[in-house]
DNA sequence: GTGGTCTAGACCACC
DNA sequence: GTGGTCTAGACCACG
């Protein structure tokens, strides 16, 4: 995986775990890979992984049970809680972030389209993807 | 100003410059206020200032007047293509953030207008902003 | 090692940098020593070392591995250019010097010649070299 | 006059007058233009030339003539000794930056020849030099 | 241990 | 006054 090195691996790994939540990779009451596994997969090193996994724990997304592994919480409905702020989250911040640019409501949003549009098509051109 | 502590602040700073050449209020061919002065507003260490001004200088968005002080550069057209580049690199990240989210291109698309309307309801309620 | 001081000391350590590569000193792929020991040897402060390498590392000279070290580029055709144009700018520049000192163009080699004569025969009474 | 940043100006201006000397444009017992006319020409600060002066004058190569003006030293061998200087100082800088770069003597030598023979070839070319 | 960032404070070159 | 460089020393993220 490859990660921007200007913001923590450990965050990055958060996101990731949040990632594959909202994609359902990991369902609620799912295990997760050992550690040592995702550190492996994430060619990362176990100490950065397990201190990712420490804050998820602290704050009840994921739950450690000693000898048997690290699960997702089994709360669904922390989970939908935590999905809507991660969305709101984002929007915020790319809302933010192009409206700090300069650009009006409406160039983000057609800007936004135009970007998706043409997107699909080097996608589409695109074998790998 | 506040900084996010998760990205280093030498780059929220170039950030902070690339927004003030986008929004105008740094025209081409402006003077930057000086380094010390600047350190003083964003209430962060001269050094740390002086960096984020190297990168820019060294990528030719500002260039640098021994005795007189730092310049936004005069050439448009770098600035028109930097523009360009901004915008382009943000829409990607959102688009990525968001996506990353399970979102498809469709719900993207639909929440950050919901997302716009309601803040506009909100910045309406509000007397300052 | 002996800097230049009329020159910035960063800059130099690039350059030696450099000249490792070129002699082989330091081959493609090849670790640096520790941030802290290349400022123990040059006797520099480990800031000045880094922000040598930092203009390394955003060239692509260099590649910065986190907790590891710093290595060479192992992209051999970005170092095979990066040789033509150190020995390029270098030749324009000793040629420069030499026709503004208002060598004619043989004189500048003939001189050369004659000064690497000179310096072979020096160096042949030295014990040390 | 363009100024490479990495190396002081007032250094610059030193080597300039050399330049002068040796090339003839500065006779040996000649006036040298006012002080504010050098800064002037060279788009300099008035102090900056000042410095440099003040060190040629130190070191015999200009002489001071309170109210008149500065002056080249009219002790020609004093000027033959300077020029030899300037030249063995070059050629030993020029060998040692190309050695530096694992050249070998006879490396330097022909690549010099090459570089001045397309040097020349793009001369004719321009309308201007 | 290794690199990356930040601070505080000093000194230099230039205008 | 302005920017550029360097030092000393601290703290963080990563392996």
């Known amino acids: 995986m490859k ?3 200007k913001v923590p691996i450990y965050y990055q790994i958060k996101q ?3 990632h594959e939540m909202m994609t359902g990779a990991l369902q609620p009451g799912a295990k997760l890979p050992a550690v040592r596994q995702l550190a492996l997969d994430l ?3 176990v100490n950065t992984v397990q201190r990712a996994l420490s804050e ?3 704050e009840g ?3 450690s049970q000693r000898g048997k592994g690290n699960f997702v919480t089994s709360d669904q409905e922390l989970i939908a809680r935590l999905k809507e702020t991660l969305i709101m989250t984002q929007l915020a911040v790319a809302y933010d972030q192009l409206h700090g640019l300069n650009m009006s409501d409406d160039e983000i949003i057609t800007s936004m389209q135009r970007y ?3 997107r699909e ?3 589409d051109d695109s074998i790998n993807d």
Chains 1, 2, 3, 4 share one sequence.
């Open 116 to 118: 998706i549009k043409q």
């Open 43 to 45: 060619t990362v090193n």
């Open 121 to 123: 098509v080097q996608t």
């Open 16 to 18: 990731h775990v949040y």
């Open 3 to 5: 990660f921007d090195d």
């Open 56 to 58: 998820l724990i602290a």
């Open 61 to 63: 997304t994921l739950v």
